[in-house]
């Protein structure tokens, strides 16, 4: 479960875009450290107390292990 606030700059698109690439980067990194793993569910929304409520949820299955290049990312 990912809490991704809201920065009063951007706008909810640009918001809502930016909590999307950090699921995807969550359930990467998650890849990385649990390898024998294959499916990944990762689910946001913004913290108590926002005037706005939206939730995401993202299933992201690897069917290969990561490269080493990819791993070497993470580092």
Do not use: W
Request: proline share 4%.
């Amino acid at each position: 479960m990912l809490f991704f606030p809201k920065n009063d700059e951007e706008s909810y698109e640009e918001y809502r875009e930016a909590r999307q690439n950090s699921m995807h980067a969550y359930a990467f990194v998650a890849k990385y450290k649990y390898p024998k793993c294959d499916n990944f569910i990762v689910f946001a929304t913004e913290p108590k107390g926002n005037n706005l409520r939206s939730e995401d949820i993202i299933v992201i299955e690897y069917q290969e292990e990561l490269s080493l290049e990819m791993r070497k990312k993470q580092e």
